[in-house]
């Protein structure tokens, strides 16, 4: 997933069923607006995100 953040970009990846589930259905033929919740942590240099709840932006 990527954020912007002023005017640069942030990249996270998503990890669990949740996030592969949705990824699956939703994300595989393009790019789309989401709003994830779950547990951040970072590993060296990667930010990682441990889904619980995805789904497209309203």
């Given at each position: 997933?990527?954020?912007?953040?002023?005017?640069?970009?942030?990249?996270?990846?998503?990890?669990?069923d949740?996030?592969?589930a949705f990824?699956?259905?939703?994300?595989?033929?393009?790019?789309?607006?989401?709003?994830?919740?779950?547990k951040?942590?970072?590993?060296?240099?990667?930010?990682?995100?441990?889904?619980?709840?995805?789904?497209?932006a309203?």
């Open positions: 997933m990527q954020v912007k953040d002023g005017d640069k970009t942030v990249l996270y990846f998503l990890t669990g949740v996030s592969t990824h699956k259905d939703n994300l595989c033929s393009g790019t789309k607006k989401i709003t994830v919740t779950g951040y942590t970072k590993d060296g240099d990667k930010n990682l995100i441990a889904v619980t709840k995805i789904e497209a309203k």
